[in-house]
């Protein structure tokens, strides 16, 4: 069973650490000054709604999608979920597949094929096999929750969009790099590559001066 530890803490050894480690994440590291992820513990069922709704989406126009969710439907659990029609959940923003997609998750969860309680006991691989077994599930949701629900702190989204930009900066690098090229440079980040993912996502909102002669 993995251990449990707490995030924040978790977080300032992986950020000292990763400063240690690779001067071109420092940069990213020290131009992101004290801002840091969000350590509340997220409800799984809930963790796993995000997911769905940010799909393709902005942050901001998923945030937007899931505040009308809450809205609609107060005390998101999959019974409450199911009592709201097809209908209306299309009408805050979720398209027809996202809709299907929740539909098959309430249903997974209410009759026990995914038990929500025991996903914090397993290792890393189980969560997600557990997690992609859910329609419209795949490695970069599951991933999303091993990080932000779970608290992971080895997980590394070579999948994710705002990653490879990050890496690309990082890296320095003229085109976006290739994912043998993510991992290779990632391995001086482990055993904290979700700490360090969430700086590459930091470094795409950053200026270009901060990159500059980055490439060590």
Known sequence: MPATIDPARQFERARRALMRSDPRLARVIRASGA?????????????????????????????????RLEALVPTLSPTALDTVPDGALRTIGLSGQKVSYLRDLAARVTDGRLDLDHLSTLDDAAVTDAIVAVRGFGVWSAQMFLIF?????????????????????????????????????AARWAPYRSTASWYLWRATELPESVFTDIAL
């Open 35 to 67: 801002r840091r992820p969000s350590f509340q513990v997220r409800e799984p069922f809930r963790a796993l709604v995000g997911a769905v709704v940010s799909q393709q989406l902005s942050t901001r126009a998923a945030d937007t999608i899931q505040q």
């Open 149 to 185: 629900a779970l608290h992971r702190p080895d997980i590394f989204p070579t999948g994710d969009l705002g990653i490879v930009k990050g890496c690309q900066r990082v890296l320095g690098m003229k085109s976006r790099p290739a994912v043998r090229t993510m991992v290779r440079a």
